[in-house]
């Protein structure tokens, strides 16, 4: 069946109604507990009101739904297939000659699109709302937080050295050796409380070490002073390169289009890029795990016994099934964070095992 003809934009129609449908009844559940547990973790700030409380739950919200996304395009192509059977609509189309495989055709094509559309412009927005939920948790633990970047434009890091000073430092390259982290092209800004200038201290590498940073060839320009020249100059600091890979920004708040650079970056700083890899490209097979969804869901919903009672099968075995595939992905998508699998087959493997049992499950159903 071609997607474009008048069944296959009907079947369109429903399983993107259906989707929306579905979508919105889940964010609506989870938007009420992130709520309920964002109005408790403010109950020890009052200075912070239930304005604060909404931008957290509504910054928090992209990354759980994500996390159940497989589930409502699994629950919307059931209601879909399940509406279909029941209005006898299904058996009209087979008696018509149309398998199951021609019939499914412009179901998963749709959900294709979704997936690929949830990728490239949801993703970026998602990803910006969770680094704007991190930044507010900072300011919600902290009244002075220290500030950490990491991008491919090198290392930025903020910090308080007073009660009325802050330093700026930027490095323009960076490689961890050992328990110390190197550090080229250094610039560091000291402001007062006014955010005004004291003076910037520029050095052409420099080591990070356990409470400062070994700078070399260093030199210090200071507002109406002439320029000073140092071979090597230490400058105190509460940061080490642990405290450092633990600000790494979050693979999450980082959008599909920017993490190729991002992975270079860390590549060649020296760090592992393990996570951001796995991120990445979970990403790009993230629309065909959902077409193996949509699969999984036909193998339920699809059956000539769901007019004769069988609504507790389809549920049971459709809870059943999408539980089982998350927890594979979960676990797989672990061993792959981990080291313990490569990165193509950690991420290609749920895809798969999902889609290749419900083929099969297919094929003796239209053989039935």
């Given at each position: 069946m071609?997607?474009?003809?008048?069944?296959?934009?009907?079947?369109?129609?429903?399983?993107?109604?259906?989707?929306?449908?579905?979508?919105?009844?889940?964010?609506?559940?989870?938007?009420?507990?992130?709520?309920?547990?964002?109005?408790?973790?403010?109950?020890?700030?009052?200075?912070?009101?239930?304005?604060?409380?909404?931008?957290?739950?509504?910054?928090?919200?992209?990354?759980?739904?994500?996390?159940?996304?497989?589930?409502?395009?699994?629950?919307?192509?059931?209601?879909?297939?399940?509406?279909?059977?029941?209005?006898?609509?299904?058996?009209?189309?087979?008696?018509?000659?149309?398998?199951i495989w021609g019939f499914l055709t412009p179901v998963c094509l749709t959900t294709l699109v979704i997936g690929i559309i949830n990728v490239a412009l949801?993703?970026?927005?998602?990803?910006?709302?969770?680094?704007?939920?991190?930044?507010?948790?900072?300011?919600?633990?902290?009244?002075?937080?220290?500030?950490?970047?990491?991008?491919?434009?090198?290392?930025?890091?903020?910090?308080?050295?007073?009660?009325?000073?802050?330093?700026?430092?930027?490095?323009?390259?960076?490689?961890?050796?050992?328990?110390?982290?190197?550090?080229?092209g250094v610039s560091i800004t000291e402001l007062n409380a006014k955010s005004q200038p004291l003076r910037q201290i520029e050095a052409f590498a420099g080591v990070l070490k356990k409470g400062f940073f070994d700078l070399k060839d260093v030199k210090i320009f200071v507002s109406g002073k002439a320029v000073e020249h140092y071979g090597s100059m230490r400058y105190k600091t509460i940061l080490d390169i642990?405290?450092?890979?633990?600000?790494?920004?979050?693979?999450e708040a980082i959008s599909f289009w920017k993490l190729p650079k991002v992975i270079s970056f860390y590549e060649k700083s020296g760090f592992a890029v393990q996570r951001h890899q796995m991120r990445f490209w979970s990403l790009v097979v993230s629309p065909l795990f959902l077409v193996a969804m949509v699969l999984m869901a036909a193998v339920f919903a699809l059956r000539p016994n769901n007019?004769?009672?069988?609504?507790?099968?389809?549920i049971v075995g459709g809870i059943v099934t999408g539980f089982s595939a998350y927890f594979l992905t979960q676990v797989v998508y672990?061993?792959?964070?981990?080291?313990?699998?490569?990165?193509?087959?950690?991420?290609?493997?749920?895809?798969?095992?999902?889609?290749?049992?419900?083929?099969?499950?297919?094929?003796?159903l239209e053989d039935g």
């Amino acid at each position: 069946m071609k997607p474009t003809s008048i069944l296959g934009r009907y079947l369109t129609k429903q399983i993107v109604f259906n989707f929306l449908a579905v979508l919105l009844i889940i964010l609506g559940i989870i938007f009420l507990f992130e709520m309920v547990e964002r109005l408790r973790r403010i109950s020890g700030h009052p200075e912070l009101g239930i304005w604060f409380a909404v931008q957290l739950a509504v910054a928090r919200l992209p990354k759980t739904a994500e996390q159940v996304f497989p589930f409502v395009m699994m629950i919307a192509a059931m209601i879909t297939f399940w509406r279909l059977s029941k209005t006898n609509e299904f058996v009209v189309m087979r008696s018509a000659g149309v398998s199951i495989w021609g019939f499914l055709t412009p179901v998963c094509l749709t959900t294709l699109v979704i997936g690929i559309i949830n990728v490239a412009l949801v993703n970026p927005v998602a990803a910006d709302l969770y680094n704007l939920f991190e930044t507010l948790e900072r300011r919600m633990d902290t009244k002075d937080p220290s500030a950490m970047l990491f991008s491919d434009e090198g290392l930025w890091m903020r910090e308080s050295i007073g009660d009325d000073k802050v330093m700026i430092l930027q490095a323009k390259a960076l490689r961890p050796d050992k328990n110390d982290l190197m550090l080229r092209g250094v610039s560091i800004t000291e402001l007062n409380a006014k955010s005004q200038p004291l003076r910037q201290i520029e050095a052409f590498a420099g080591v990070l070490k356990k409470g400062f940073f070994d700078l070399k060839d260093v030199k210090i320009f200071v507002s109406g002073k002439a320029v000073e020249h140092y071979g090597s100059m230490r400058y105190k600091t509460i940061l080490d390169i642990g405290k450092i890979e633990d600000n790494f920004v979050e693979p999450e708040a980082i959008s599909f289009w920017k993490l190729p650079k991002v992975i270079s970056f860390y590549e060649k700083s020296g760090f592992a890029v393990q996570r951001h890899q796995m991120r990445f490209w979970s990403l790009v097979v993230s629309p065909l795990f959902l077409v193996a969804m949509v699969l999984m869901a036909a193998v339920f919903a699809l059956r000539p016994n769901n007019r004769r009672g069988g609504v507790m099968f389809l549920i049971v075995g459709g809870i059943v099934t999408g539980f089982s595939a998350y927890f594979l992905t979960q676990v797989v998508y672990a061993m792959g964070n981990s080291g313990n699998l490569p990165v193509g087959l950690a991420v290609t493997a749920p895809t798969i095992i999902a889609g290749s049992i419900a083929v099969s499950l297919l094929l003796h159903l239209e053989d039935g």
